[in-house]
């Protein structure tokens, strides 16, 4: 493992899929899932890295359950949820020593700061944590979109997206035993063959600003720490001028 003392990147923007909080549940917020996330980005940002979540809603409120609703009241009732999160996981960072603020894309006062870009950049620089709830404040964006967008704002060296699979694999690897996992990818590759890395808006916001994504499982312990010291885990999807190779 790459040596702790020397991150390889000073500003990160984590992207946490509300049903990686669930863990094994149908519902809601593991308690063990919280705990080992919480853990883990208060290591890494008592390493000096400054740290932005952005965090999703799924495991409280789907599209799919909006049936019969008006897709924009569905999608702001989503935005509530992932504000449901940002905060249970605000409380359990701040409970290992690591101050946090979350910042919400649409006004509630009594549990958030409004999102204020230069405020964001202004806590990061001073240490603190910063969770971005409620998505882009609007409906039919996902929090895929408001990651990238975010992760654009604030000057991340690099967007981390955290889910429940260990990369991204040239076909479904639970459907496939011979499925490979990619290394590296290129965005014009990952297009090409459609591996659903994020949705479309946001994949496109990364492609044009040269963001680089790092795709890898944070139900295994340690793995936010070994991205951000530049190891090898999970997939990294990279500008079209570099190679896409499968891990060994």
């Known amino acids: 493992m790459a040596d702790p003392r020397k991150p390889a ?5 984590l992207k946490i899929s509300g049903e990686a909080l669930m863990g ?23 390493m000096g890295i400054q740290v932005a979540v952005v965090v999703g809603g799924g495991n409280i409120f789907r599209g799919e359950q909006a049936r019969g609703m008006d897709r924009a009241t569905g999608d702001y009732v989503g935005m509530l949820a992932t504000v ?46 910063v969770i971005f709830g409620a998505g882009t404040g609007n409906p039919f964006f996902t929090t895929d979109t408001a990651a990238a967008l975010r992760a654009m704002e604030i000057g991340a060296d690099i967007l981390l997206k955290a889910t429940k699979v260990d990369g991204i694999y040239d076909k479904d690897p639970r ?15 990952a297009l090409r063959q459609d591996l659903e ?21 944070m ?28 891990a060994n």
Not at 9 to 13: F, V, W
Not at 102 to 111: F, G, R, T
Not at 175 to 189: G, I, L, N, P
């Open 84 to 129: 449901m999160n940002a905060v249970t996981l605000q409380e359990a960072i701040e409970r290992r020593g690591v101050v946090t603020r979350v910042q919400s894309a649409i006004p509630m006062s009594q549990l958030a700061e409004p999102y204020i870009r230069r405020r964001a950049i202004r806590h990061l620089e001073k240490g603190r944590v």
């Open 9 to 13: 990147y000073k500003r990160i923007l």
């Open 219 to 246: 139900t295994t312990g340690g793995n936010i720490e070994r991205v951000v010291c530049g190891d090898a885990v999970g997939t990294r999807v990279v500008k079209d001028t570099q190679q896409t190779r499968f």
């Open 24 to 46: 094994n549940q149908g519902y809601g917020i593991n308690p063990e899932v919280l705990t080992m996330v919480a853990t883990q980005i208060a290591d890494v940002s008592t």
């Open 197 to 217: 890395v994020m949705d479309a808006t946001a994949f496109a916001l990364c492609r044009d600003n040269e963001m680089s994504i790092v795709v890898f499982n």
């Open 175 to 189: 459907k496939h035993s011979d499925a490979k996992r990619y290394e590296t990818v290129t965005f014009t590759d």
